[in-house]
């Protein structure tokens, strides 16, 4: 009785822990949207950009990244 118990207790729990669906570019301002942090690291990944060198200057500059 209690393998079962315990099996459906270890599914409910991976389930719970399932992080959100990913939001699309159109989501507001003030939510992260999957879409638009995907476009935004095309743009970082055209070059590659050592940290302390000028293309690293050139392409991330002095952007808040968080």
């Not at 315990?6 to 301002?29: E, I, M």
């Not at 743009?43 to 302390?52: D, I, K, M, V, Y």
């Amino acid at each position: 009785m209690a393998v079962p118990v315990l099996c459906v207790l270890v599914v409910l729990t991976f389930l719970a822990a399932r992080p959100p669906a990913p939001l699309p570019a159109g989501a507001p301002a003030g939510e992260f949207g999957a879409g638009r942090a995907h476009a935004y690291v095309r743009t970082l990944a055209r070059e590659p950009h050592a940290t302390g060198t000028a293309a690293n200057r050139r392409r991330v500059g002095d952007r808040d990244v968080r």
